[in-house]
Protein backbone atom coordinates (compact mmCIF):
# COMPACT_ATOMS: atom_id res chain seq x y z
CA UNK A 1 0.00 0.00 0.00
CA UNK A 2 3.16 2.67 0.77
CA UNK A 3 4.36 2.02 -2.73
CA UNK A 4 0.96 3.21 -4.23
CA UNK A 5 1.05 5.98 -1.80
CA UNK A 6 4.59 6.71 -2.73
CA UNK A 7 4.13 6.06 -6.56
CA UNK A 8 0.68 8.90 -6.17
CA UNK A 9 3.53 11.53 -4.35
CA UNK A 10 6.06 10.80 -7.66
CA UNK A 11 3.09 11.28 -10.21
CA UNK A 12 2.43 14.94 -8.51
CA UNK A 13 5.94 15.83 -8.74
CA UNK A 14 5.91 18.65 -11.43
CA UNK A 15 9.41 17.85 -12.19
CA UNK A 16 9.10 14.08 -12.61
CA UNK A 17 6.16 14.89 -14.80
CA UNK A 18 8.17 16.73 -17.06
CA UNK A 19 10.60 13.85 -17.77
CA UNK A 20 7.84 11.77 -18.53
CA UNK A 21 6.33 13.88 -21.19
CA UNK A 22 9.76 14.41 -22.47
CA UNK A 23 9.87 11.03 -22.77
CA UNK A 24 6.38 10.34 -24.21
CA UNK A 25 6.99 13.17 -26.91
CA UNK A 26 10.23 11.81 -27.82
CA UNK A 27 8.92 8.36 -28.23
CA UNK A 28 5.92 10.03 -30.47
CA UNK A 29 8.76 11.85 -32.01
CA UNK A 30 10.94 8.37 -32.82
CA UNK A 31 7.61 6.57 -34.11
CA UNK A 32 6.52 9.09 -36.74
CA UNK A 33 10.30 9.56 -37.35
CA UNK A 34 10.89 5.25 -38.03
CA UNK A 35 7.44 5.71 -40.22
CA UNK A 36 9.05 8.22 -42.36
CA UNK A 37 12.26 5.95 -42.25
CA UNK A 38 10.86 3.11 -43.41
CA UNK A 39 8.98 4.85 -46.72
CA UNK A 40 12.16 6.20 -47.10
CA UNK A 41 11.41 9.78 -46.76
CA UNK A 42 14.12 10.42 -44.84
CA UNK A 43 17.60 9.01 -45.00
CA UNK A 44 18.64 8.59 -41.02
CA UNK A 45 16.22 8.70 -37.92
CA UNK A 46 17.40 11.01 -34.91
CA UNK A 47 18.90 8.17 -33.39
CA UNK A 48 21.49 7.28 -35.43
CA UNK A 49 23.14 11.06 -34.97
CA UNK A 50 22.62 10.12 -30.59
CA UNK A 51 24.75 7.07 -31.98
CA UNK A 52 27.58 9.34 -33.51
CA UNK A 53 27.74 11.59 -30.70
CA UNK A 54 27.57 8.32 -28.11
CA UNK A 55 29.69 5.65 -30.01
CA UNK A 56 31.45 7.87 -33.46
CA UNK A 57 29.83 5.87 -35.73
CA UNK A 58 26.24 5.12 -37.02
CA UNK A 59 25.01 2.40 -35.18
CA UNK A 60 24.96 -1.37 -37.39
CA UNK A 61 24.41 -3.48 -34.77
CA UNK A 62 21.05 -4.16 -33.00
CA UNK A 63 22.33 -3.60 -29.63
CA UNK A 64 24.23 -0.02 -31.00
CA UNK A 65 20.19 0.68 -32.24
CA UNK A 66 18.61 0.16 -29.07
CA UNK A 67 21.17 1.95 -27.35
CA UNK A 68 21.39 5.20 -29.12
CA UNK A 69 17.37 4.69 -29.09
CA UNK A 70 17.37 4.97 -25.53
CA UNK A 71 20.18 7.86 -24.73
CA UNK A 72 17.79 9.87 -27.16
CA UNK A 73 15.00 8.91 -25.29
CA UNK A 74 16.78 9.62 -21.64
CA UNK A 75 18.15 12.93 -23.22
CA UNK A 76 14.29 13.80 -24.63
CA UNK A 77 13.44 13.28 -20.87
CA UNK A 78 15.71 15.53 -20.02
CA UNK A 79 14.42 18.22 -22.07
CA UNK A 80 10.95 17.72 -20.93
CA UNK A 81 12.70 17.82 -17.26
CA UNK A 82 14.28 21.47 -18.43
CA UNK A 83 11.38 22.39 -19.80
CA UNK A 84 8.95 22.40 -16.59
CA UNK A 85 11.81 24.34 -14.70
CA UNK A 86 11.81 27.00 -17.51
CA UNK A 87 8.13 27.00 -17.67
CA UNK A 88 7.92 27.27 -13.75
CA UNK A 89 9.74 30.40 -14.11
CA UNK A 90 7.97 32.47 -16.73
CA UNK A 91 4.52 33.35 -16.24
CA UNK A 92 2.49 32.83 -18.83
CA UNK A 93 -0.55 30.29 -19.67
CA UNK A 94 0.38 30.02 -23.18
CA UNK A 95 2.99 26.90 -22.41
CA UNK A 96 2.11 25.46 -26.15
CA UNK A 97 3.44 29.04 -27.74
CA UNK A 98 6.16 28.67 -25.01
CA UNK A 99 7.07 24.49 -25.89
CA UNK A 100 7.61 25.77 -29.58
CA UNK A 101 10.13 28.32 -28.52
CA UNK A 102 11.83 25.91 -26.53
CA UNK A 103 11.48 23.44 -29.18
CA UNK A 104 13.49 26.10 -31.87
CA UNK A 105 15.76 27.06 -29.38
CA UNK A 106 16.98 23.40 -28.30
CA UNK A 107 16.92 22.31 -32.28
CA UNK A 108 18.95 25.01 -33.35
CA UNK A 109 21.61 25.08 -30.54
CA UNK A 110 22.11 21.13 -31.37
Same mark, same amino acid.
Given at each position: ?S????? %????????F?????G???????????????????? !???? =?????????? %???? !??L??F?????????????G?????LA?????R??????I?????V =??S?
Open positions: MFIVNL %KKLSEDTLRGFICLAAGALKDLIDYFLFSIEAK !ERVF =WHFASILAFH %KPPH !EIMHSALFLELIFSGFLFIFVLQKVKTHYLLLGIYGTM =WFF
